[in-house]
């Protein structure tokens, strides 16, 4: 018998302003997609929903609160990350937020920006650019790296 199909989950929180740009960060010092960029996001937590897990991390990353009542589901992707390993992402868009984004993990992250979603820059994550693309489309859900 084959053993379970085990997934990492992400959650990604996309901060948009009022002309549609969404906050992006370029990562550092991780080891992982340094000097590529990718909105607040992170590993879900043990005994956490997904959607709390999403307003946690745009906290600890950008220091914006996120009412649970501000936060929209908008898009999932399964994927493969560039090593192989099987990853499950849940977006969420924000228009309303408390504080504004700064930079919470100077150790982590060496700057932010706002990008157009449909027209991400060319150092974007690739898996966040396929996603922001499945997203201005209007899709709720993709596929990418199998």
């Known amino acids: 018998m084959k053993d379970r199909y085990r997934s990492i989950v992400d959650v990604y929180v996309l901060l948009q302003r009022d002309d549609g740009k969404i906050l992006l960060l370029e990562r550092a010092n991780t080891g992982y997609a340094d000097g590529q960029l990718c909105p607040p996001s992170g590993h879900l937590e043990a005994d956490e929903t997904v959607a709390d897990g999403a307003i946690r991390e ?31 992402g849940f977006f969420f868009t924000a228009n309303a937020w408390r504080g504004e984004p ?32 499945q997203i201005t489309n209007g899709a709720a859900f993709s596929v990418g790296g199998w």
């Open 58 to 88: 745009a906290k600890e990353e950008v220091g914006v609160l996120i009412e649970p009542s501000a936060l929209r589901f908008t898009h999932v992707i399964h994927y493969r990350s560039p090593e192989g390993q099987g990853r499950i």
């Open 102 to 133: 700064v930079n919470q993990e100077p150790h982590k992250c060496a700057r932010l920006l706002w990008a157009d979603p449909s027209d991400p820059p060319a150092n974007t994550v690739s898996y966040t650019a396929l996603a922001l693309a």
